[in-house]
């Protein structure tokens, strides 16, 4: 690039130099002939035209170079991203890793015999067994309890731990826009974005149960609400909500939905002559249509102002606002740290 400039501001001096001769000729013309003098200014003409055209050709060489660069700062860009997208996956490696280790310990406790009181169902009950450290833990099959085995996440930190998710939004690669059938089975991976399956949330609030909601922007800010009554009905009464309780700072956005069914694409059980799941992008309980949509659209900065199918949550930011992350999680109502 340098180097182009630098001719080019060489060449704009030599044509200024020929222009200034031209300018003098003039003078010298009145002693030598007529033909002479317009030979010579011819000559300066074609040269002038010589130079100017080996500056455009300069200055298209220089276009060329631009959009050259351009597309090597578009990849370079989109090697970034790549780069970000291996960190990811190194972070998901290392957690695995991590959890293994807990695994393992719970691989030990499940050979040990177990009598029905002593179920472990959720990570409360894990935490009850000493299991402190937050992660993947996986929960062995309960025929007393018809629960099949199953992988959950355990916060074992949180306002004195023993939260077993039930959904997680924070990278936002994978879509939460699904039919009824991957709602009630659950979808997403544990450690990631996830929605734990409608019929696991039914078992797990059979038990009296608090529902935890975090919610974090794209300033980092943090918020929570949180339901000391949280019910989930099963699939034949459409997993009913029902809640009641409110405390946190985020604001009330779930109660606009309580004694609503689950609504999918694919399934419109909600208040509303519109079809609130397939407009909001997700699942949920839909009523006309949300003061919440926790399962809308993954928008990431930059797009997250711009939707209303969007993370919302009205109460802390509004219609529009698209969150960062969200985490819901549940704990039975007698937990005890
Ligand atoms: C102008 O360029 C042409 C070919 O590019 C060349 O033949 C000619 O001699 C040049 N004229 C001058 C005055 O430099
Ligand atoms: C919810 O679904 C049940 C059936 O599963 C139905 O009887 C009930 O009327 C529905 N409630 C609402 C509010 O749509
Ligand atoms: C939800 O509805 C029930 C009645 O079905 C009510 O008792 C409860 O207070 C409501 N919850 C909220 C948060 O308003
Ligand atoms: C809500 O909490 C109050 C006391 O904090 C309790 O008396 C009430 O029973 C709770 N509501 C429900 C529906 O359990
Ligand atoms: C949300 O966006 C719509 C249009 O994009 C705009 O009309 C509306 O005022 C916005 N609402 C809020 C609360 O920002
Ligand atoms: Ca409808």
Redesign the pocket.
Known sequence: MAKINLSIVVLGVALLFLAETWAQKPMKRQTPSKGQCCDEVRSLKVQVANLTSLLEDLSHKQEADMKKLKRQILELDQQNRQQEARVTEAESKYSEINNRVEIMQLQTLESAPQTSSHAIYDCASLYGKNYKISGEYRLPKDEFLGTPEHTVFCDMETNGGGWTLIQRRKVGLISFERDWKQYKQGFGSIRGDFWLGNDHIFRLTRQPSTLRIELEDWEGRKRYAEYGVFKVDNELNSYKLFLANYSGNAGDSLRYHNNTNFSTMNKDNDKCVDDCASQRKGGYWYNCCTDSNLNGVYYRYGDHL?N?DGITWYGWH???YSLKKVEMKVRPVDFHS
Do not use: S
């Open positions: 711009k209303t509004g219609r529009n």
